[in-house]
């Protein structure tokens, strides 16, 4: 496993009146190369679970492993500055993480800190570049004169120059236009299914990240209520509701279809054209439903 935790809670301000449990007793696992959705509505606990995850906070309660890594609450700490070099976190915001006068600087930080010469940094850098789809030449560009995909990108570049195992990205799509938030879905794709890494998402638009997601956590008041495979999610996806989330598009019209030609077995289509293609394949009467499902949409 890359990531399990073992009954974990975590309170901010612990030994203080105003002390607050951001987790309660979070049992999960996370398979190393795979790809996890994390959702949740605001105040659910994503953003502390995610700080579990590199060590940035330790648990209260409770055991997290992380790859060969385990902290455990009450017992001193090993050493977290590897860990971090292997769990990559993606702030939401690019801005926070990239503060180098050239892009290339910023890449190279970091390897850097952890002990490469500065040729192994750049090459690094250019590696990492070109793993995100972006041109070589804004190495020598200011960061904050990229456009905001750029820049996402960019910061996703800086973890991965430090060629991490682990890589933990918190809503990387906010703030992107359509055509850019599924350009950098797919990149993320391509680093797991090709590249081996184990990729974790914080995200609020479900429905981009659904048809290539493994499995998913939903966190609810600091509780972990569901956490499972995509066709467990679809198969009720009333959960959402219950956790103050809205039913994706993708899985209500895939509902849609399974209910009214029993397809409860079948893996679930969840973009336009997988739905589209097992249409085409069923009796005739389907084209009412999918009139009604357009209708709706649009």
């Given at each position: 496993?890359?990531?399990?935790?073992?009954?974990v809670s975590y309170?901010?301000?612990?030994?203080?009146?105003?002390?607050?449990?951001?987790?309660?007793?979070?049992?999960?696992?996370?398979p190393q190369?795979?790809?996890?959705?994390?959702?949740?509505?605001?105040?659910?606990?994503?953003?502390?679970?995610?700080?579990l995850?590199?060590?940035?906070?330790?648990?209260?309660?409770?055991t997290?492993?992380v790859l060969?890594?385990?902290?455990?609450?009450?017992?001193?700490?090993?050493?977290?500055?590897?860990?971090?070099?292997?769990?990559?976190?993606?702030?939401?915001?690019?801005?926070?993480?990239?503060?180098?006068?050239?892009?290339?600087?910023?890449?190279?930080?970091?390897?850097?800190?952890?002990?490469?010469?500065?040729?192994?940094?750049?090459?690094?850098?250019?590696?990492a570049?070109?793993?995100?789809?972006?041109?070589?030449?804004?190495?020598?560009?200011n960061?904050?004169?990229?456009?905001?995909?750029?820049?996402?990108?960019a910061?996703?570049?800086s973890?991965?120059?430090?060629?991490?195992?682990?890589?933990?990205?918190?809503?990387?799509?906010?703030?992107?236009?359509?055509?850019?938030?599924?350009?950098?879905?797919?990149?993320?794709?391509?680093?797991?299914?090709e590249?081996?890494?184990?990729i974790?998402i914080?995200?609020?638009?479900?429905?981009?990240?659904?048809?290539?997601?493994d499995?998913?956590?939903?966190?609810k008041?600091?509780?972990a209520?569901?956490?499972g495979?995509?066709?467990?999610?679809?198969?009720?996806?009333?959960?959402?509701?219950?956790?103050?989330?809205?039913i994706?598009?993708?899985?209500?019209?895939?509902?849609?279809?399974?209910?009214?030609?029993?397809?409860?077995?079948?893996?679930?289509r969840?973009t336009?054209q997988?739905?589209?293609e097992?249409i085409?394949t069923?009796?005739?009467?389907?084209s009412?439903?999918?009139?009604?499902?357009?209708?709706?949409?649009?």
């Open positions: 496993m890359a990531i399990e935790l073992q009954q309170v901010y301000s612990d030994k203080s009146l105003w002390k607050q449990t951001a987790l309660h007793n979070i049992n999960l696992t996370i190369g795979s790809i996890v959705g994390i959702a949740g509505a605001t105040g659910s606990g994503k953003s502390t679970l995610l700080q995850f590199n060590g940035i906070l330790k648990p209260t309660e409770g997290v492993k060969d890594v385990t902290l455990r609450a009450g017992e001193k700490s090993p050493k977290l500055l590897p860990l971090r070099r292997r769990v990559g976190l993606v702030f939401q915001f690019p801005e926070q993480q990239m503060f180098e006068e050239t892009v290339e600087k910023d890449l190279c930080f970091g390897p850097l800190n952890f002990g490469l010469s500065l040729e192994e940094a750049k090459e690094r850098a250019r590696k570049m070109i793993d995100m789809g972006l041109d070589l030449a804004l190495l020598d560009r960061p904050f004169r990229l456009s905001g995909g750029q820049m996402r990108k910061a996703i570049a973890v991965l120059a430090m060629d991490p195992e682990i890589v933990v990205l918190d809503e990387p799509t906010a703030t992107l236009d359509p055509v850019s938030r599924a350009e950098l879905i797919s990149l993320l794709e391509r680093l797991c299914r590249q081996g890494r184990t974790i914080v995200t609020h638009r479900m429905d981009e990240l659904l048809p290539i997601a499995s998913w956590i939903v966190l008041e600091g509780r209520a569901f956490q495979s995509v066709r467990e999610l679809a198969s009720d996806p009333s959960i959402l509701e219950h956790c103050g989330l809205a994706p598009q993708s899985l209500r019209y895939w509902r849609a279809v399974a209910e009214r030609f029993h397809l409860q077995d079948e893996r679930p969840l336009p997988s739905l589209a097992l085409a069923l009796p005739d009467e389907i009412h439903q999918e009139i009604e499902m357009r209708d709706d949409h649009e």
